[in-house]
């Protein structure tokens, strides 16, 4: 078994090659630029390992396969995910599915209505989810991960989500024992 960074490349070459000074000096080239990523892989199975990866493993392997719709502080299965899917969202990137893909991967949930469906303009489309979108911070990152999969051309015009709870109704001061259920969208945020 050949380990990657303690190869010497010269071991490699036909033996009537190994007294050629130019073959000795490529393979000495050769030797010094595998030494440090050949140090750096632990193990060439990494994807039926992905299951099993820690979170750190997960932010290495992100940045090796630069994913840039990835964030380090999802969940260890939201980044799974992310990984799972990257090559295809890299090979269908600027489409209507890839910007599902990877909201459905980093939220849960997610859905493209494109501009000829709701009458809207050329090239525009809403995007609407279940993931509760309570703060500035989660509808950044939101805009940020529909930003980064969709077609450069492409405006988004609005996301929806809808948002449901129970609360008590009260008249004057006294509690009359409702439960009202509220549902809001949230357009052009």
């Known amino acids: 078994m050949?380990?990657?960074d303690d190869v010497d490349v010269l071991k490699l070459v036909p033996e009537f090659m190994r007294n050629d000074a130019a073959v000795q000096g490529l393979a000495a080239a050769v030797n010094s630029l595998i030494k440090a990523p050949g140090a750096r892989i632990k193990t060439a199975r990494v994807w039926d390992q992905i299951d099993r990866l820690t979170g750190?493993?997960?932010?290495?392997l992100a940045y090796e396969l630069d994913i840039d719709w990835y964030d380090k502080d999802l969940p260890l299965e939201n980044k799974r995910?992310?990984?799972?899917?990257?090559?295809?969202?890299?090979?269908?990137?600027?489409?209507?599915?890839a910007v599902e893909q990877v909201l459905i991967d980093t939220f849960g949930s997610g859905t493209v209505k494109e501009?000829?469906?709701?009458?809207?303009?050329?090239?525009?489309?809403?995007v609407s989810?279940?993931?509760?979108?309570?703060?500035?911070?989660?509808?950044?990152?939101?805009?940020?991960?529909?930003?980064?999969?969709?077609?450069?051309?492409?405006?988004?015009?609005?996301?929806?989500?809808?948002h449901s709870g129970a609360t008590g109704a009260f008249t004057a001061a006294a509690?009359?024992?409702?439960?009202?259920?509220?549902?809001?969208?949230a357009i052009n945020i």
């Not at 501009?115 to 809403?126: A, I, L």
């Open 2 to 4: 050949i380990k990657l």
């Open 56 to 60: 750190a493993q997960l932010d290495e």
């Open 81 to 97: 995910a992310l990984v799972k899917s990257a090559d295809l969202v890299h090979s269908r990137r600027g489409t209507k599915w």
């Open 115 to 126: 501009w000829y469906d709701y009458n809207g303009q050329p090239f525009h489309f809403r």
């Open 129 to 162: 989810t279940d993931y509760p979108l309570e703060t500035q911070d989660i509808i950044e990152q939101f805009r940020k991960a529909v930003a980064v999969a969709k077609p450069c051309r492409a405006v988004l015009d609005s996301i929806e989500f809808a």
């Open 175 to 185: 509690s009359i024992g409702v439960d009202i259920k509220a549902a809001g969208v």
